[in-house]
């Protein structure tokens, strides 16, 4: 009988969503002519941009040609989708990347989850509390977690709690790390970093010898005009932090996939002799050899987004989106909680009310309200007591759930 990865075993019983599904489905099985609203899993409904279905429609044409066909694309990327990131998505921003730092990928949560694979099993591992659990699952499946504890925190693994209290900031670590997620915007708590908060973390990195693993995948719901969008428009990031971007829910690829890690050339790890290896020249090795890179009328789709029309198209999505988070955020605060986010962010974190914790109060709003949201317990132990709704749905469906949460919490 084969021998299973043990640190699978250590995962938590069920994965959040998992778990949010399955009393969802209990719930409608029960009462089958509830009309449920999910405001819960950060799932895009917009459809996607015109200028990329017109790129995707001429791709595929030029698939059907002899002279235009496309087999294998290349190992980081097509010519056209690097430079076109490169110049628009850093190059407007006054930060020089280089095509080959880039590498395109099918999504972000797989890089988040694969980038730690070019790093040594015994390195260790910060991660801010609430997180987004792919970021803590990985880490346990690599092996680099430790055991669970009956609060569920793992011995290994650094927490960084980010409440209200803090302004949902993590503070610098108390000991020794290796590897540290940020997430700003910040999925779950819709918190963002400034730029002299985000310069401590990068001195930080520089000083220990830490790299940063910064998910940049909501930046493009940032309104405040002095908040970073890219951890390299911080002087000195490029030598310690990889930043991860995804189309999904800017353009609406969460079911076409496409995203892209950037690597800099400065930024080193160091071999067990203690000489200097390239980060990028590694993630560059695994990804050629486990990934065979992202379909060609993908990434023209993609490409498209940065074409005049595509960024118009684009940016009206952010938009309606974000005008969900202030009618989500506006009438919470209008049936008495109090409420942080939806300014910068998709997601709305909610407060529980007195004498609910974050499970309890999924379970009030789904059987009172016929809404569907995601307990922060799920995201860690600093997210009992707070609960998250998404900006993703449609209209008139999160006024109607706002209207169904304000009417049913007075009762």
Not at 159 to 180: K, M
Not at 328 to 349: C, D, F, K, M, S
């Amino acid at each position: 009988m084969a021998r299973v990865n043990d640190h699978y075993l250590k995962l938590r019983a069920s994965y959040l969503f998992s778990e949010t599904g399955r009393r969802t489905r209990e719930f409608q099985a029960a009462h089958p002519d509830a009309k449920l609203i999910r405001l819960g899993i950060g799932d895009v409904t917009r459809p996607l941009p015109p200028a990329v279905i017109t790129a995707m429609h001429a791709a595929v044409d030029d698939m059907s040609r002899v002279e235009t066909f496309r087999g294998y694309p290349p190992e980081t990327g097509w010519d056209f989708l690097l430079d076109a990131i490169v110049r628009h998505d850093y190059g407007e921003r006054g930060i020089k990347l280089t095509p080959d730092e880039i590498v395109v990928s099918d999504g972000a949560k797989s890089d988040t989850g694969n980038i730690q694979e070019i790093f040594g099993p015994d390195c260790v591992v910060a991660l801010s509390d609430p997180v987004y659990p792919a970021y803590l699952d990985v880490t346990v499946m690599g092996g680099r977690a430790g055991s669970a504890d009956t609060g569920g925190r793992y011995d290994r693994i650094v927490y960084l709690p980010c409440t209200a209290e803090n302004n949902f900031q993590p503070r610098l670590p108390e000991r020794p790390v290796d590897l540290i997620f940020l997430c700003y915007p910040n999925n779950p708590t819709g918190a963002v970093m400034t730029r002299a908060t985000l310069k401590t973390w990068v001195d930080y990195a520089r000083e220990r010898g830490a790299v940063i693993l910064y998910d940049a995948a909501y930046e493009a719901y940032i309104r405040e005009p002095d908040i970073p969008h890219s951890i390299y428009e911080v002087e000195g990031a490029r030598e310690v932090a990889i930043e991860f971007r995804s189309f999904s829910k800017t353009a609406g690829f969460t079911g076409v996939r496409c995203a892209y890690t950037v690597v800099p050339k400065e930024l080193q790890g160091r071999s067990a002799s203690g000489e200097p290896v390239s980060l990028n020249a590694l993630w560059v090795r695994r990804q050629s050899t486990k990934f065979n890179g992202v379909a060609y009328v993908i990434q023209r789709a993609a490409a498209a987004t940065y074409t005049d029309e595509g960024r118009q198209q684009v940016r009206a999505v952010v938009d309606y989106y974000m005008e969900n988070a202030r009618i989500i955020r506006q009438g919470l605060e209008t049936a008495g909680l109090t409420v942080y986010g939806a300014r910068n962010a998709p997601y709305i974190w909610v407060k529980t009310p007195a004498g609910l914790d974050s499970w309890g109060f999924f379970d009030k709003l789904l059987a009172d309200a016929h809404v569907v949201g995601t307990p922060g317990a799920g995201f860690g132990p600093s997210g009992e007591g707070y609960f998250r709704l998404t900006a993703f749905g449609g209209r008139e469906q999160t006024e109607e759930a706002v209207e169904r949460i304000k009417n049913r919490l007075k009762r």
